[in-house]
């Protein structure tokens, strides 16, 4: 993929590097962890095929549990830019033949399931959508492009103000056919979220990871407790968000448990969700 930089493995939080040897932040009320490094491509992982023999076995309805969804925020310094929560209205999930009925085009679209990595698609009208699968952008049907998932409609969980869906629309559709080397995108929600804001923070190299980190990914955890990881762009940390998406709550609190044990960086938050 062009641009893109030796594969390596996921880090578990215990591999996590950070900006003290023990773990532990110098600034008291600062996050208790920074993390800056290198993910592989996640759509790469995903133990799917949009095009492959298999595609009607793929459309049963494979298992979601809401209630294993990560809660998090995304900030920029002080700035929320990206929310998630659970109660939210927006956190519906619908059959992809339901969702069908409630989209237009310009519109994000978010498929879930157990275990897999989320898959973000532009809806482009006509049961149309575009997407970034398997190092290239397709242009497949919803009903296909899900593959059984259910979905539901993802515009507000970014806070950038978007463009016109005609203009969302027509960032979707000039790139299809794009793949390998071509692409400036690591995973689908870099790609829909790029065609519908435009940012460049969402492409492979768009900012300089130089310096202070200016993003913060704040995890909701039970009981109004929060963890917090910084990053130095926001393409490294909507992989780590979406790592969490794709092993869930339960496992992404064990293994933080795990880790934080001994430190104590979790703490409580009066204002968390």
Same mark, same amino acid.
């Not at 592989?40 to 595609?55: F, I, K, Q, T």
């Not at 519109?107 to 190092?135: K, N």
């Not at 979406?242 to 960086?265: F, P, T, Y």
């Given at each position: 993929?062009?641009? #893109? ?23 008291? !009320? ?16 995903? *133990? ?7 595609? !009607? ?10 209630r294993n969804e990560v809660e998090c925020a995304i900030y920029n310094r002080d700035e929320c830019i990206y929310e998630k929560s659970v109660i939210a209205k927006d956190m519906e999930t619908y059959s992809? *033949? ?9 519109? &994000?679209?978010? +498929? ?50 978007? &463009? ?10 000039? #790139?299809?056919?794009?793949? @390998?080397?071509? &692409? ?17 923070? +969402? ?41 969490? @998406? ?9 293994? &933080? ?11 409580? !938050?009066?204002?968390?969700?």
């Open positions: 993929m062009g641009n #893109q930089v030796d594969k390596l493995s996921h880090l578990s939080y215990a591999e996590v590097p950070t900006t003290d040897p023990n773990g532990l932040d110098t600034e008291e !009320d600062g996050p208790r962890i920074g993390v800056s490094y290198i993910f592989s491509n996640d759509d790469d992982e995903l *133990e799917d095929n949009v095009d492959g023999p298999d595609l !009607d076995q793929n459309q049963e309805e494979k298992h979601y549990d809401k992809p *033949e339901n969702l069908l009925n409630k989209c237009k085009a310009g519109d &994000l679209l978010e +498929f879930v399931a157990t275990s897999q990595y989320p898959q973000w698609v532009v809806y482009v009208g006509d049961f149309q959508v575009v997407h970034l699968h398997r190092a290239e952008v397709k242009n497949s049907f919803l009903t296909d492009a899900s593959q059984g998932r259910r979905g539901r409609i993802v515009n507000d969980f970014y806070k950038f103000k978007p &463009l016109s869906p005609e203009m969302v629309v027509q960032n979707a559709m000039e #790139q299809v056919g794009a793949k @390998d080397r071509e &692409l400036s995108w690591r995973n689908s929600e870099c790609f829909a979220a790029w065609c519908k804001f435009g940012k460049r923070e +969402f492409k492979m190299g768009g900012e300089i990871r130089i310096g202070k980190q200016p993003y913060r990914l704040k995890i909701i955890l039970p009981e109004k407790q929060t963890h917090v990881l910084e990053f130095q762009c926001l393409e490294d940390l909507i992989m780590e968000k979406r790592r969490n @998406d794709q092993i869930g709550k339960v496992a992404m609190i064990q293994e &933080l448990a795990n880790h934080l044990s001994n430190v104590g960086s979790i703490r409580s !938050d009066p204002n968390a969700h």
